[in-house]
């Protein structure tokens, strides 16, 4: 299970504490997703063997509109091993789904985004995985928390209705915002969420990690079909 | 009132809490309760809430480390869990808490679980992005005085090498 987070400077915590912290908590990886314009520095792999969990490198891309944005992902689709979409906008929510190069669309209620069956068909279609945020849960009150809550649900039955592929995340901006995994599941139960559909979309990171690490080998040339370096050979 | 006969007592499990903050936090064992209590409220509401029953026994915090045992009925720690997974700051401090353990005695929770109390920090002069900050130390967590105003940011022994 994979937490995706915003390190320093575009969060409070460096990538080396959230994966401190993403380790103690039972995490096996993190992805580091800082918005395109607030990159983080670090050596991903150091950090990685230090605390024992896997660090991505990955961008959440923020454009005020649909043709920035598009700019932005053929910009980072070569270096980084996830990319995010910040959603929340009805324009880059619908420029998202209908992305292939996109990996996940990120809290697409939030602002004043909404979500509806087309996206949620465009989005399965596309294998574009919208993401569940628990950040407003775990951190909001009142009548925001009810919204984010309500809007949670709208989310699920659609994503459900289409069989459209899902991330579960926390949006940590610090390691104190981080939760465990079974804290994640024991929230996402009380919001109406089935304790399978979290474990889920934690492990679907993971799984976006290593299919993405996969296709950017020199090897790979389309899925199911690698170049085998022949034993010896001069090829 | 004379207590209870033992099969009518309520049944109760323990949950080891750990709590981390900012250096600079400071709070006791009422205000954290007092979080508890409105985390269970707002998230399991008046019923889920006198449901679980959550009471903090033991309470230890400073300098941005801590541990509490919670107490709460038996059968009511997936909804405990999730209510303090709510629990995201206390009198305005940001906190992490997370379950470390649930046993079902005090002892057994202190004793797997807790084990001695929070160790004490050092403070240290370290260079973060090329300027003198000071850092509240516990091997390998730093917490980084960013600004004069108790701004922080999260590092680990790491980020000085």
Known sequence: MYEAVYAHPDGDSTVARHALTAAESGFDGIVVRNHGDEPADYDAEAIADEY??????????????????????????????????????????????EQP???????????????????????????VRV???LGPVLRESGGRRVRAIKQLRKLRELLEDADAPFVVTADPASHLQQRAPRELVAVGEAVGFDAETIREGLAEWGRLVERNRERRRDSFVEPGVTVEREEGGDS | MKHLPKHLR??????????????????????FQREVWYAAQNLLGDTGSAETDMTVLRFEHRDGAGHAIVRVRRGETDA??????????????????????????????EEKYIGGP????QQRHVVFENADRSATVRDPRYDVETASDGAFVGATALDFR
């Open chain 2, 80 to 109: 405990a869990r999730a209510a303090l997974a709510c629990l995201d700051s206390v009198d305005g401090d940001a906190v992490r808490v997370r379950i470390r353990g649930i046993s079902g005695t005090v002892r057994a929770c």
């Open chain 1, 52 to 97: 024992g969990v896997d660090v991505a490198e990955g961008v959440e891309i923020r454009a005020e509109n649909p043709s920035r944005a598009s700019g932005f992902v053929g910009n980072h689709r070569s270096e980084a091993t996830v990319v995010v979409v910040h959603g929340g906008d009805p324009k880059l929510n619908r420029f998202a789904v």
């Open chain 1, 101 to 127: 190069a996109v990996d996940v669309l990120a809290h697409p209620m939030r602002g004043d985004g909404d979500f509806n069956h087309v996206l949620a068909n465009e989005a399965a279609a596309n294998g």
């Open chain 1, 131 to 133: 993401a569940y945020s």
């Open chain 2, 118 to 121: 929070p160790e004490a920090p």
């Open chain 2, 10 to 31: 309520p049944r109760w499990r323990y949950l080891a809490v750990e709590i981390e903050s900012w250096p600079d936090a400071s709070f006791d064992r009422r205000a």
